[in-house]
């Protein structure tokens, strides 16, 4: 008896799969799609050029080459059309060339209406009136500022001594003129040991990110053919957590050590190409002028798991939401 209702159940599912096969086609492209890469967020660093001289930096002026901007909203297209929906502009320093930089963020909001556009810089070029020319284009604006003491910020290379007057200045740009203001810190050799509380919480990012000192041979590991050697950086990860546990009361704060940051973004470098930075190096892939974004992505050495897992999506438009300290810029003395 169970045998042969076992048997009108195997043919009931052969003969569905031939009058119905539609069905049964859908259902296999729903698990393909499903584990399909999707480029949803992109880092652009569009330029190496940069007016500092962080000790650190693993994405150093190893070239001047900048794409031509027809060549690089086409391939922005590209990706849009293949799901990005966030992108953030990075260097080198991106302010260097802010024309290029403003003709970018505004093709990203007004014809590719992303979700979100967003810059990361050592905010050292910055301009109020870029701000507020771009505000409506402008979702998120990250600076990079690793010290609230300017002899630490000079011994790592961060500017000259005028590296937090000008963090507080943007900030409160930033506030005013409804841009999600994000701060970016590099957890070194320097400042493993300091507590940035009170000023995290006066001048209230949105978001913190907390990175550990990283090192890509080819960009920063000292050796032949490399800007920069920071190894004299180096913290143990005991260390970087210990940094973390000192901020924990931070609600905006979001560590990043080394083994969450190395395959988690996606790169996207000066000559349009992704980099693959597994096996501590950035290997780029075909240009995307050149080959279907699936291709290059293939080639691009991208965890999309580990992005999802360091927490790659986020409220990351242009809604106010500061939930970090007390947003109050305004009294900040520097
Ligand atoms: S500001 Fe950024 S790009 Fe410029 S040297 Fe420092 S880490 Fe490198």
Not at 151 to 174: E, F, M, P, Y
Not at 263 to 273: A, F, G, H, M
């Amino acid at each position: 008896m169970f045998l042969k209702l076992l048997i009108t159940l195997f043919i009931i599912v052969i003969v569905s799969s031939y009058v119905y096969p539609k069905h049964f086609k859908r259902k296999k492209n729903k698990i393909q799609c499903n584990t399909k890469r999707v480029p949803l967020s992109v880092n652009f660093h569009f330029t190496r050029q940069c007016n500092y001289e962080c000790g650190f930096c693993f994405h150093t002026a190893k070239t001047s080459h900048l794409s031509s901007i027809n060549d690089a909203k086409l391939v922005l297209k590209k990706l849009a059309n293949e799901g990005m929906k966030k992108i953030n502009f990075a260097g080198g320093e991106p302010f260097l060339y802010p024309k290029y930089l403003e003709e970018l963020i505004r093709f990203c909001k007004q014809e590719l209406m992303l979700e979100s556009v967003s810059i990361v810089s050592n905010g050292s070029k910055i301009k109020q009136t870029f701000l507020q020319r771009n505000k409506d284009y402008l979702d998120i604006l990250a600076i990079s500022c690793d010290s609230f003491n300017e002899s630490t910020n000079k011994k790592i290379g961060r500017g000259t001594g005028q590296h937090v007057a000008k963090l507080c200045d943007i900030s409160q740009w930033c506030h005013e003129l409804g841009i999600k203001f994000k701060l970016n810190t590099v957890v070194n050799a320097y400042n493993k040991l300091e507590d940035m509380n009170d000023n995290i919480s006066k001048i209230a990012p949105f978001r913190w990110k907390c990175f550990q000192v990283l090192i890509l041979e080819n960009e920063n590991g000292g050796g032949e053919g490399t800007l920069r050697d920071a190894r004299e950086f180096i913290i143990t990860d005991q260390e970087f957590e210990e940094f973390i546990k000192r901020h924990s009361g931070q609600a905006c704060i979001v560590p990043e050590p080394n083994n969450l940051m190395k395959n988690s973004y996606l790169i996207l470098d000066e000559y349009l190409r992704f980099l693959n930075c597994t096996n501590n190096d950035k290997t780029p892939s075909e240009s995307l002028l050149d080959v279907p974004v699936e291709k290059a992505l293939m080639q691009a050495g991208w965890d999309q798991e580990a992005f999802i897992g360091r927490s790659g999506i986020y409220d990351w438009s242009r809604q106010p939401s500061n939930i970090c300290g007390s947003n109050q810029a305004k009294e900040l003395a520097w």
